[in-house]
């Protein structure tokens, strides 16, 4: 399995030439890597900007929280209308929900996702917290 974390980057829906060698590549690996048995995992908080080639070639997906108004149009269009008010819930999700849809799941299912056991080192500065704090004197010129 390969993965592409934040995919828009290298195959957006974009014609620019800077773009042609990566979107060449990843149309080939996910038009021909199946029979290969090559698997690709294409991770992106904007869908709306992926290339509609690549996204139309996946088979299943897990949608978390998606806020944006152009990315929920996208990929409520992409889906069957039989989704009916799961769709709907993409804004609300909690971080700990996705929606699974696809081959390996026999119906479209809202799921709770188990933290990991080690949790990344990629949280959110503790805003909140520093903003409570006094201020402290800075000396610029040192």
Known sequence: ????????????NSDLLKFRSSKKSIKRIVKEGRKYGVALFLGSQRPSELSETIFSQCNNFIVMRLTNPNDQTYVKKLWPDTLGNLIDKLPSLSADEALLIGEYSVIPSLVQIDPCELPPSSNDIPYWRLWKKEWKELDIKT
């Open 1 to 12: 399995m390969l993965v592409f974390e934040e995919v828009h980057k290298y195959v957006p």
